[in-house]
């Protein structure tokens, strides 16, 4: 019997927000129970509201917590590995009605946005005014500010920039009881606890972001993008180290597989020689006199490329990187794939690669991976081999072991795509019972008896997070 007692608990909900805010139709609840990880009709959410402002958030969550019902918070729904996607009946809370921006400072290059504006329009919004937004993952066009701090996400720039959780100054928060915080300054300096840390990499489990303050970054005042290709790949991968040997900090320093330059060319052509086993894509920001300095310097230290090109441009990303920021349509066009987001050192890249190669060639699969080079991040796109019937889960297998892999290699499980559903029980490999009782006791201290994202990040195998 469901907790919420069906009739009045949706009645009372459906005038917490406006007629029009509140979904419950099968149609509603199965879209919104899904995501890009794919279906889970088991437990579709039993209604979808999409509020407009904090204070009907918080008429949401009270009433949720009067009635002991779960809420799921969900931005765009882009979450690959289930995070977003409920396990209990519950009441999902969508923020993509909540696009607004309250206050920009041109000055200090700080912005205060609602939870549900996307990525890629706060740099859109402060772009005339020479700022941008850092943190770029490759979903900015769609994810939301809001899931980008559940997830802690970045992207290729994460090395000069950092990621989501270096670019947050302050957030309003509905705690799962109903109760708003407001945490941070425009400052630097966190006075007390820094609870938009904690905040940020939390999933979705201590409270609604509602309402974010962003630090900018200025715009570069030209971008010069590298590409250097290696004939072999143990050549790229101690350039790359050489490069920031030298104390030269791209602003986006990116690893390309063989396979990946074959899948990225046939999509988007961007110039990637169709005969390099390995590609390095770099970008450097400065004034024109800087750039030619910098060129000049990572020419030397990169020596072993068979290839240069270089494209200046005023906006980054040019011809150079489309293909590259197009991987994700890539894979999808080539076929069933697992994509995987896994981190390393920076000296381990060698073995994961090694790993990848092995793991999929024992299952007669392929994989086409790129690297980030600042934060370690392994993202395997592991395509499936069709000519198995079992080939979905011959390929979950694949990425498990390449998992535990990162992990082994003293990296870790994930790098972007947080914890899901698809990798949680993994997550007991990486920390010990009393690391994930720490995470727990923090979280059920915030929960405090409510009921938010249950059943996810924690490792769901009896006993593993005692
Ligand atoms: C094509 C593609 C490319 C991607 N590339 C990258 C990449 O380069 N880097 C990267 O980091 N990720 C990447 N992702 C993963 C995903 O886009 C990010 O994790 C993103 O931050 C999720 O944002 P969202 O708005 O879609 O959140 P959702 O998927 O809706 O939710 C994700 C998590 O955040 C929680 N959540 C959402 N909104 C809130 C809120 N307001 N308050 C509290 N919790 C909330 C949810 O409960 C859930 O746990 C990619 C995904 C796709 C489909």
Redesign the pocket.
Known sequence: MSKAGGGPFLQRLSHLVPSDAIRISRHARRAYGA??FGHNDAEKPLAIVLPENTEQVQAVIRHCKDHGVSV?????????VG??IPVHEGVMIA?TRMKRVLEFDPVAGAIRVE?GVTNLAVSAYVRSAGWRYAPD???RR???I??????N???ASCLKYGMTANNVAGLTIVLPDGERVETGNSGYEVTGADIAGILCGS??QM????EALLRLAPRARQVRSIMLSYADPRDGLSAASDILRLGILPARFDYVDAATIRLCENYVPSGYPANARAVLLLDIEGLPLELDNLQGRICQAARSFREMRVECEYEARGELWAGRMKI?GAAASRGRHVALDGAVPLSKFPDILATIDRETANRSMTAATTLHIGDGTVHAFLFENSDHPESSAIADQCATAIRLACIELGGSLSS???IGIRTQDLLAHQYSRVDLAVQQRCIDAVQAGALF?PG?VFPSLPGAAE
């Open positions: 995501g890009y799921i918070p969900r931005g765009a729904g882009t979450n690959l995070a977003a923020t939870a993952p490759s979903s769609t994810c939301t809001g899931g980008n701090i559940a997830t996400s970045s992207g999933e979705g409270g609604l972001v509602t994700y972007e795509y947080g994202n996810k």
